[in-house]
């Protein structure tokens, strides 16, 4: 099998015409073919060295982009440091240690001091020690305000049996304890308590508190009513015209326990008012406040 090739050449020349074998043109193209693979390496051994040696600045370039947010870290990092070299400094101030970088002056003298080597005892040991004290000492205040307490209610009570109190309201004192010429019979007599002037009807308090042993009529002192206060105490209301409590009856610091009157042995209204100290008349004005 053939080809059968037209060649023209210029206007003078003439015209050819050649056959071309299949053969030939194989060997053609397959040298073609050749030339065209041995160009391709030959470019590309060309190119190699010149990419190779582009290849080690990529790094630096990376380096580069990746430099600010390692110096970022790093700053982080030194802040983080140095607040926890702070809070281990403020520690050691709290515990008593001194600082790691501490100056020391060695000429300063001082006292001296020893003892046997022991380890530290932890801070929540001390916090409890700290604690158990606080609770004693605690326990021990809470003693002392119950018994002071108990003491305050006992003066308390006592003050509430001491006769202090006034039996008639802004009542005149007419007649003391003591000796005195009689007002009915005009002799020298004694007098076991003192006179209030009242009018029929005034109110007569206690002069503390206690139990009424006796309430009803004497002849000396008519209607009257004597109380019990405690320590060998008690007092005596005489001449009332009502009386307003019975017998046993627990009676309080200046209740009113009966009105005042002229009955018994009496000239006139007012209140005849008696302190006994174990049965024997005291006077009064030792005790009552305000005379």
Not at 40 to 60: E, I, V, Y
Not at 201 to 213: D, L, N
Not at 279 to 289: C, K, M, S, T
């Amino acid at each position: 099998m053939s080809f059968v090739m037209i060649a023209t050449g210029s206007t003078s020349s003439a015209s050819r015409v050649r056959n071309v074998s299949i053969r030939s043109l194989l060997l053609g193209g397959g040298f073609a073919a050749g030339a065209l693979l041995a160009a391709g390496f030959a470019l590309g051994c060309w190119l190699a060295p010149s990419t190779a040696t582009q290849k080690p600045d990529a790094a630096p370039q990376r380096s580069a982009s990746t430099m600010p947010f390692a110096l970022e870290q790093l700053g982080a990092l030194s802040g983080r440091l140095f607040k926890l070299e702070s809070q281990a400094s403020q520690l050691s101030e709290r515990l008593g240690a001194p600082p790691k970088d501490a100056p020391t002056n060695a000429s300063t003298k001082r006292p001296g001091s020893g003892g046997p080597m022991l380890p530290p005892r932890p801070v929540v040991a001390e916090a409890l020690d700290d604690l158990a004290a606080l609770e004693a000492r605690y326990a021990r205040i809470e003693q002392q305000l119950a018994l002071v307490a108990d003491a305050s209610a006992q003066h308390h009570l006592e003050l509430m049996r001491w006769p202090t109190r006034l039996p008639i309201a802004d009542g005149e004192l007419t007649s003391t304890f003591g000796n005195r010429e009689d007002p009915i019979t005009g002799r020298r007599a004694f007098h076991a308590g003192l006179d209030f002037a009242a009018e029929p009807g005034t109110p007569i308090h206690a002069a503390a508190g206690g139990t009424v042993s006796f309430a009803g009529f004497r002849s000396d002192f008519g209607w009257m009513v004597e109380i019990e206060h405690g320590n060998g105490l008690s007092t005596r209301y005489a001449h009332a015209s009502r009386l307003l409590v019975k017998p046993d009856a627990l009676v309080t610091p200046g209740e009113v326990i009966a009105m005042s009157g002229s009955t018994g042995r009496s000239t006139g209204p007012h209140l005849h008012f008696e302190v006994l100290k174990h049965g024997e008349p005291a006077d009064p004005r030792r005790y009552l406040a305000g005379l």
